[in-house]
């Protein structure tokens, strides 16, 4: 297959990686880890997800299914490759 | 149990947690067998093959326990939450020695989450070195103990220069790791129970049954069902002591406010017997693997004295000496983490500010210091248990001296883990059901 198309998926898949990393970032901490684990347990409930996290969580998931679709798509071009006698 | 369940089915809020939980996990173990850009599925997957038939286990057992096998086949998840992990161990013990981290956790919720977002940002400074060392080891085909040499995990044939490929397999496996990051917190803020316990737990039971089966197709049904049998019992035994605590009575003063009476109940203190849970055993576990780690950046093939003896005495799972110091500790960190949870300063000040009292102590220090005495002494016995059980798996290497027991998935680390992480989320489904009738499931 063509060699373009692996270099725009790669490009592509570095691109949203690293928006997704920052989306995730910006993301407020909820408890989550070993704080909470600790039996800190209901701190984390007392606040209500605001709009501004909602909206966060709407673009996480979409950067998040174009990154997962990016993979998927150069696994399949890997195996064309590989086997098509490269 | 069953009229439980459905009832937990009918309640809509819960039932709606139920299935976000279930999607996050279905999507979790999605990618976990996906495999990374850059990485030949087919060759990984004949490695792997190689590897299990052949008498070496990878170093990495109980990390690909934890990470349910993905770390092997280098999928997108492989690091899955050892990272978050190691960051949380690192950030609770810096909170002892810094200043200013302590004052942080000091502060109550702000200060927490201000933790929190440290320890998201050390998770990912660690999942970049991870990933660039298991990229690395990849390569030079040490992760499967240079027995796979004939079959690339990262084909070059590709057309693709070589830095591209390797550098896309970093970036994605960081994501990942910020994703599997994220995952866990949707679990925690929306679903039931803890999310990275409920990961790990995910991790564990997905290679259960072909750990299984393993020992099965190789021993026979008579030493599958001894096993089975074994595990019960262990189960049993572990649920037990998990529910096992010490009720300290409290009785309270009768107070008026206004027209109103308040108070004149008593209640009690429940003290867990296993007051810190598996976190002992994880972190245990996770500072046990870091010299094996460590060992993987030297030579394999030339080990000098001091390698050869770290090989033979701390990472062997079979020594004495690791033995010894993997229950040294979880004994320590029972007694750490029972510290950092429970205050008794804390809690003596607080009753008696609502007016309580434990009969026969004065309220305030003297109250502070029982507290003190009963949970220390309570903690003795909680630790020498999570450590026994814990160390359980290697005597069975010793006994049978077969290496077929090295990720024994039965073993007490993964039973430990699987029946805390359970006990707590059912629990805490519990206490949702309870909202809305009394029936549950655990009496």
């Known amino acids: ?86 | 149990m069953l009229s439980a369940f459905l009832s937990a089915f009918r309640t809509p809020d819960l039932r709606k947690k139920l299935l976000f939980t279930v999607a996050i996990i279905a999507v979790y173990r999605l990618g976990a067998t996906l495999p990374s850009p850059g990485v030949s599925f087919s060759n990984v997957q004949k490695c792997i093959d190689i590897m299990e038939s052949g008498a070496t286990s990878g170093v990495f057992s109980l990390l690909n326990l934890f990470s349910g096998g993905a770390l092997l086949s280098l999928s997108v998840f492989a690091l899955g939450i050892m990272p978050y992990i190691t960051a949380s161990i690192i950030l609770q013990l810096l909170t002892v020695v810094i200043p200013r981290l302590e004052q942080l956790r000091k502060e109550g919720q702000s200060g927490q989450a201000k933790i929190t977002q440290y320890t998201r940002y050390l998770t990912l400074g660690l999942a970049v070195l991870q990933s660039s060392a298991f990229v690395a080891l990849a390569r030079s085909g040490q992760l499967f103990s240079n027995q796979c040499d004939q079959f690339p995990i990262v084909p070059e044939n590709t057309g693709l220069p070589m830095w591209i490929t390797l550098v896309a397999l970093v970036i994605t496996m960081t994501a990942g790791t910020g994703v599997v990051m994220w995952l866990g917190e949707l679990i925690t803020d929306r679903g039931v129970g803890n999310g990275m316990s409920v990961l790990i737990f995910t991790s564990i039971a997905a290679r259960l049954p072909s750990e299984g089966w393993a020992i099965k197709e190789s021993r026979g049904w008579a030493w599958f069902i001894a096993v089975l049998a074994l595990v019960l019992l262990v189960i049993t035994l572990v649920v037990f002591i998990e529910q096992a605590q010490r009720r300290i009575p409290v009785q309270y003063a009768k107070r008026m406010i206004g027209r109103k009476m308040y108070g004149g109940t008593s209640t009690y203190i429940p003290l867990k017997v296993n007051q810190a849970g598996v976190i002992p055993v994880i972190f245990a576990s996770s500072l046990l693997y870091l010299p094996q780690l460590i060992l993987q950046f030297f030579d394999q093939n030339d080990p000098g004295p001091v390698q050869s003896w770290v090989q033979n005495n701390i990472v062997d799972p079979a020594s004495w000496i690791h033995i010894v110091i993997y229950f040294l500790l979880i004994i320590f960190f029972t007694y750490f983490y029972v510290s950092i949870t429970f205050n008794p300063t804390e809690v003596a000040e607080n009753m008696k500010k609502y007016g309580g009292f434990v009969p026969g102590i004065r309220p305030g220090k003297p109250t502070a210091d029982y507290l003190d005495f009963i949970l220390s002494r309570i903690t003795l016995p909680g630790s020498l248990y999570l450590g026994v059980i814990s160390i359980l798996p290697n005597f069975f290497f010793i006994w049978l001296d077969n290496n077929q027991f090295q990720n024994f998935p039965f073993g007490g680390t993964a039973v430990l883990i699987m029946v805390g992480v359970g006990l707590e989320t059912v629990k805490q489904i519990e206490s949702q059901l309870m909202q809305r009738n009394y029936e549950g499931f655990l009496r």
Do not use: P, Q
């Not at chain 1, 605001?50 to 997962?68: C, H, Q």
């Open chain 1, 1 to 86: 297959m063509h060699i373009g198309f692996a270099y725009t998926l790669i490009v592509l898949l570095i691109i949203t990686s690293a928006i997704l990393t920052m989306l995730i970032l910006l993301h407020r901490g909820k408890g989550g880890g070993m704080s909470s684990m600790f039996g800190g347990g209901v701190t984390s409930s007392l606040a209500g997800s605001s709009v501004a996290e909602k909206n966060l969580d709407r673009y996480t998931v979409l950067v998040g299914i174009v990154w997962f679709a990016c993979i998927v798509g150069l696994g399949f071009w890997l195996k064309l490759a590989v086997d098509g006698g490269s």
